[in-house]
């Protein structure tokens, strides 16, 4: 996919990062100003979709990441974004994950305070099941994003057990809808590494309104791969929901939440 990516002023390259779980190639740009993302088919119009939502979000001052350019053909696309500060929060000790978290739970909060009618990205519920019911019907569930208590047990009886929370859980959703990251996982957040202040987020592409809960149970399960014991997530989890307001959080619409995800991935 290099092809695909812009021309560069004499003495700056791209040099190859990594590749998303959506399958994008991303290049980060040798003085470490800019990224980019390449991708083809299918890839590439979701890729558009991420670049609506970062162009989108810029303006509300949250850290996340501006675009820098844009180029769509019939071979694919690529989108160049400028760097967020920091390193991301998945590459921080314990003990620095959890003096970082309080700053982490407020970007998420003024995330989740944008107010709904200013934005024009849905990341519905309904849609995400649908997507869900798609990726099963066609065996492409990957079993490494799956909890490990759920990897025996065959995707199409998961996704039944959560269809029978569906009404329950769209009701919720109807009650309480925000702008959701959509995949508010630990390298998404950007971290500066001498002050642990969250600097921005990135990686926007399932942005949208959505139940708040989508992205506490991401948030939270992926922590839990960092802590060393067990003190820490249980203080994360209480400055996480006492940022939010929230006296009694609802374990079971965490569950639902983090048991779907993997689904839509495929």
């Known amino acids: 996919m290099a092809d695909l990516l812009p021309e560069l002023p004499l003495g700056k390259t791209w040099i190859r990062a990594s590749e998303g779980e959506s399958g994008d190639a991303v290049y980060r740009r040798s003085d470490g100003a800019a990224f980019a993302k390449a991708s083809l088919g299918e890839g590439a119009v979701q890729l558009d979709e991420e670049r609506r939502r970062t162009e989108w979000l810029a303006p509300f001052a949250l850290g996340s990441a501006a675009v820098l350019d844009w180029h769509a053909s019939s071979d694919g696309a690529c989108l160049v974004t400028r760097a967020v500060a920091g390193v991301p929060a998945s590459d921080l000790s314990a003990s620095d994950l959890l003096k970082a978290w ?27 099941f649908d997507r869900a019911a ?5 065996n492409a569930v990957n079993p490494d994003f799956l909890d490990p208590e759920h990897q025996a047990i065959a995707p199409p009886v998961l996704l039944d057990r959560l269809r029978a929370q569906l009404p329950a859980r769209l009701a919720q959703e109807a009650r309480d809808l925000v702008v959701c990251h959509g995949d508010a996982c630990l ?21 949208g309104t959505a139940d708040r809960y989508v992205d506490f149970s991401l948030l939270l399960a992926n922590a839990r791969e960092t802590w060393t014991d067990a003190a820490q997530p249980l203080a994360a989890r209480q400055s996480l929901f006492e940022a939010h ?20 991935w495929g």
């Open 187 to 207: 390298p998404n957040f950007m971290v500066d590494p001498e002050t642990l202040r969250c600097t921005g987020f990135i990686d926007l592409g399932r942005l």
């Open 134 to 138: 798609d990726v099963v019907s066609r």
């Open 245 to 264: 307001r929230i006296s009694t959080p609802d374990d079971e619409r965490l569950a639902f939440y983090l048991h779907l995800d993997p689904l839509t």
């Open 102 to 128: 309080p700053s982490i739970a407020d970007r998420v909060k003024a995330l989740h305070e944008i107010p709904v009618a200013d934005c024009p990205f849905a990341r519905s519920l309904s849609a995400m």
